[in-house]
């Protein structure tokens, strides 16, 4: 929730640190903060309440004395409102210690009363400066950062990355992860870490992941890395696949318009080597095949975005590879008692890879001895460090937090998961080919909605500005891309929306269509099921009899829609399974122009943060 950047090395670290939370600023916006350790050795530290700019003003009008080590934060309040005193750094040991934090510590108050028992007095509501106080104690006990930081780590319960220094001992900062990311950038005398391989790609695409319950203790010469128990552990290397533009807005109005655009590539990238004549051949499962028959049901859990994608996996998979699959929010999964057993595969799907409700639903499943395989967009990320597989998405790095082409990247890999499976289970039917020739094309179909829609559905929100509520209705793989068009819209534009499986509409939610409201209905093509098509078009004829504002998102050549809709918006012919990937994209201009059209941020949207690291 919240992004953190820690640095040592030769160069002044403010630039460095500044340069970092600018990227990381997605994971949290309502405050941030720098310190840095200078060259007299004393510990420098401004933050701000705000975005990163009110830091960057404020630091612009009176730096901080130059250093080259230091720490920074970009923040989502959890303990305690966005002000300029709970933002992070939080200071302790008569200022010389400084701690930044993303996550949450469960027994902070039990810390906190200990504290206070022994005289420490807290500047600020958060649980962060209560880790901080108790780093400071042990640091005047032991005059070791490093031990000192391994007896906090070992104190707290919850999750979190904490990273830590003291002017005492300028040239070393020491991180620490449990159930939040943290990853090591290695540099050329120069070592970095951060929330994601974002905060330093720009200076380095060598990084290692750091695995749960351990520390870390960088130098600009040095990375030590051990468990909780101060044991050396020997962290994982891997390269970051993408370069510091990939992660800029190049031009673009915001990220989620980049992003938006980004999709055909994100898509070939998704199914790049993934194919092989006419058959879907995932190298990463090479040596599954056992599992993948073995199984006798599939659950797929995700949380918001993801588990939409989950539900079109769902349909997938079942058609395919012929076996039962059951789509939970991850939130919800473990806290019922689930039928969970060996011959379950639990798939979980998370762009980020470090939603906090997915990783426990993960290791729920795990404990309870299912096979579990991860749909993953980020590189070193815990959810797929904590499963027996992981496919990678290889969509780029989404910054603006309204999901987009992480989402047709994920359809995209549970389309791939299901042909592989389907495969390997010989359950395929004889079109199979004709599918994985479908799959292959969607990249330039999504391009071609792109070209001939965006300026029809982005003029279409200009005239929408002020509507105050828009449904969302489909059915089959339609109904999650209407879940999803709602998603997009509340979240960036604040307009009450709903999304509707079509078939429902007759049970309750058509109370809610009254003249002139805005309805979108996403229509299946005739040619896969007539019977579904008709039914569609029925459920278009009810609203339009009550006066809805009908707006379809339907095949080219669809002419049974034209009657009743206000205003069609076309994709391309494709096969049952692939439509949603195209569908989504006009609801995905549509939530973006409208936004725009309010005049809102539509990257950074309120309360919202990119990913979600609390439960
Ligand atoms: O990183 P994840 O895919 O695990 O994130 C899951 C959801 O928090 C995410 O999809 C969220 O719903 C998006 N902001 C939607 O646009």
Request: aromatic share 6%; glycine share 8%; proline share 5%.
């Given at each position: 929730m919240c992004g953190i950047?820690?640095?040592?090395?030769?160069?002044?670290?403010?630039?460095?640190?500044?340069?970092?939370?600018?990227?990381?600023?997605?994971r949290g916006?309502?405050?941030?903060?720098?310190?840095?350790?200078?060259?007299?050795?004393?510990?420098?530290?401004?933050?701000?309440?705000?975005?990163?700019?009110?830091?960057?003003?404020?630091?612009?009008?009176?730096?901080?004395?130059?250093?080259?080590?230091?720490?920074?934060h970009?923040r989502w309040a959890t303990h305690?409102?966005?002000?300029?005193?709970?933002?992070h750094?939080?200071?302790?040991?008569?200022?010389?210690?400084?701690v930044i934090h993303n996550g949450i510590i469960e027994n902070f108050?039990?810390?906190?009363?200990?504290?206070?028992?022994?005289?420490?007095?807290?500047?600020?509501?958060t649980d962060t400066?209560v880790a901080?106080?108790?780093?400071?104690?042990?640091?005047?006990?032991?005059?070791?950062?490093?031990?000192?930081?391994?007896?906090?780590v070992?104190?707290l319960e919850g999750a979190f990355t904490l990273l830590?220094?003291?002017?005492?001992?300028?040239?070393?900062?020491?991180g620490a992860r449990r159930n939040s990311p943290l990853?090591?950038?290695?540099?050329?005398?120069?070592?970095?870490?951060?929330s994601?391989?974002?905060?330093?790609?720009?200076?380095?695409?060598?990084?290692?992941?750091?695995?749960q319950?351990?520390?870390?203790?960088?130098?600009?010469?040095?990375?030590?890395?051990?468990?909780?128990?101060?044991?050396?552990?020997?962290?994982?290397?891997?390269?970051?696949?993408?370069?510091?533009?990939?992660?800029?807005?190049?031009?673009?109005?915001?990220?989620?318009?980049?992003?938006?655009?980004?999709?055909?590539?994100?898509?070939?990238?998704?199914?790049?080597?993934?194919?092989?004549?006419?058959?879907?051949?995932?190298?990463?499962?090479?040596?599954?095949?056992?599992?993948?028959?073995?199984?006798?049901?599939?659950?797929?859990?995700?949380?918001?975005?993801?588990?939409?994608?989950?539900?079109?996996?769902?349909?997938?998979?079942?058609?395919?590879?012929?076996?039962?699959?059951?789509?939970?929010?991850?939130?919800?999964?473990?806290?019922?008692?689930?039928?969970?057993?060996?011959?379950?595969?639990?798939?979980?799907?998370?762009?980020?890879?470090e939603t906090m409700?997915?990783l426990m639903?993960?290791?729920?499943?795990?404990?309870?001895?299912?096979?579990?395989?991860?749909?993953?967009?980020?590189?070193?990320?815990t959810?797929?460090?904590?499963?027996?597989?992981?496919?990678?998405?290889?969509?780029?790095?989404?910054?603006?937090?309204?999901?987009?082409?992480?989402?047709?990247?994920?359809?995209?890999?549970?389309?791939?998961?299901?042909?592989?499976?389907?495969?390997?289970?010989?359950?395929?039917?004889?079109?199979?080919?004709?599918?994985?020739?479908?799959?292959?094309?969607?990249?330039?179909?999504?391009?071609?909605?792109?070209?001939?829609?965006?300026?029809?559905?982005?003029?279409?929100?200009?005239?929408?500005?002020?509507?105050?509520?828009?449904?969302?209705?489909?059915?089959?793989?339609?109904?999650?891309?209407?879940?999803?068009?709602?998603?997009?819209?509340?979240?960036?534009?604040?307009?009450?929306?709903?999304?509707?499986?079509?078939?429902?509409?007759?049970?309750?939610?058509?109370?809610?269509?009254?003249?002139?409201?805005?309805?979108?209905?996403?229509?299946?093509?005739?040619?896969?099921?007539?019977?579904?098509?008709?039914?569609?078009?029925?459920?278009?004829?009810?609203?339009?009899?009550?006066?809805?504002?009908?707006?379809?998102?339907?095949?080219?050549?669809?002419?049974?829609?034209?009657?009743?809709?206000?205003?069609?918006?076309?994709?391309?012919?494709?096969?049952?399974?692939?439509?949603?990937?195209?569908?989504?994209?006009?609801?995905?201009?549509?939530?973006?122009?409208?936004?725009?059209?309010?005049?809102?941020?539509?990257?950074?949207?309120?309360?919202?943060a990119?990913s979600v690291t609390v439960e």
């Amino acid at each position: 929730m919240c992004g953190i950047v820690g640095y040592v090395g030769p160069r002044p670290s403010q630039d460095i640190l500044l340069a970092g939370l600018a990227r990381l600023e997605y994971r949290g916006y309502d405050s941030a903060g720098i310190a840095v350790i200078d060259e007299q050795g004393d510990l420098g530290m401004r933050k701000k309440a705000g975005k990163l700019a009110m830091l960057r003003d404020s630091l612009a009008e009176h730096p901080l004395a130059a250093g080259t080590t230091g720490i920074g934060h970009t923040r989502w309040a959890t303990h305690g409102g966005p002000t300029d005193v709970n933002a992070h750094p939080h200071l302790a040991d008569d200022d010389k210690l400084a701690v930044i934090h993303n996550g949450i510590i469960e027994n902070f108050n039990v810390l906190r009363d200990e504290l206070i028992s022994e005289g420490v007095t807290f500047r600020s509501e958060t649980d962060t400066e209560v880790a901080a106080a108790l780093l400071g104690r042990e640091y005047r006990a032991s005059g070791d950062l490093a031990s000192a930081f391994r007896a906090v780590v070992n104190r707290l319960e919850g999750a979190f990355t904490l990273l830590a220094m003291h002017e005492d001992q300028p040239g070393v900062v020491v991180g620490a992860r449990r159930n939040s990311p943290l990853v090591i950038g290695l540099g050329e005398g120069e070592n970095f870490l951060g929330s994601d391989v974002a905060a330093f790609v720009e200076h380095t695409r060598k990084a290692l992941a750091i695995g749960q319950d351990q520390m870390v203790t960088i130098t600009p010469s040095s990375v030590e890395v051990t468990d909780f128990d101060g044991n050396p552990v020997e962290a994982q290397p891997f390269d970051v696949s993408w370069d510091a533009a990939a992660a800029e807005k190049g031009g673009w109005p915001s990220f989620m318009a980049k992003e938006v655009a980004e999709q055909p590539d994100a898509v070939a990238n998704t199914i790049r080597g993934r194919v092989q004549g006419d058959q879907v051949v995932i190298p990463e499962l090479d040596g599954l095949d056992e599992l993948f028959i073995g199984i006798d049901r599939v659950i797929i859990t995700a949380c918001g975005t993801a588990s939409y994608a989950a539900l079109v996996g769902k349909y997938a998979i079942e058609q395919w590879a012929r076996v039962p699959v059951d789509v939970e929010l991850a939130h919800e999964f473990r806290y019922r008692d689930p039928v969970i057993g060996d011959k379950t595969l639990v798939i979980s799907i998370s762009q980020s890879g470090e939603t906090m409700d997915t990783l426990m639903a993960v290791k729920y499943a795990r404990e309870r001895g299912a096979r579990t395989l991860s749909v993953c967009n980020t590189q070193g990320a815990t959810i797929p460090r904590e499963s027996d597989a992981v496919v990678y998405t290889h969509a780029g790095p989404e910054v603006a937090v309204a999901s987009t082409k992480a989402f047709s990247a994920q359809i995209t890999a549970l389309l791939l998961l299901g042909l592989h499976m389907g495969r390997v289970r010989g359950s395929l039917s004889d079109s199979a080919a004709s599918d994985v020739a479908e799959l292959q094309a969607l990249p330039e179909k999504i391009a071609q909605v792109l070209a001939e829609e965006q300026e029809h559905v982005a003029q279409l929100a200009g005239w929408m500005a002020d509507t105050r509520s828009v449904l969302f209705l489909g059915r089959h793989v339609g109904y999650p891309i209407a879940l999803e068009g709602a998603l997009k819209l509340k979240e960036i534009s604040y307009i009450h929306a709903e999304g509707f499986a079509a078939g429902e509409l007759k049970h309750g939610p058509i109370a809610l269509i009254e003249p002139g409201q805005p309805v979108f209905v996403i229509v299946p093509s005739p040619r896969h099921s007539a019977l579904v098509h008709s039914k569609v078009v029925s459920n278009i004829q009810e609203i339009r009899a009550r006066g809805a504002r009908v707006i379809v998102i339907a095949e080219e050549g669809d002419a049974a829609v034209l009657p009743f809709a206000d205003e069609v918006i076309r994709i391309p012919l494709t096969g049952a399974m692939f439509e949603p990937v195209l569908a989504v994209v006009p609801l995905q201009i549509f939530a973006m122009a409208l936004a725009t059209a309010k005049g809102l941020d539509v990257d950074q949207p309120r309360n919202l943060a990119k990913s979600v690291t609390v439960e």
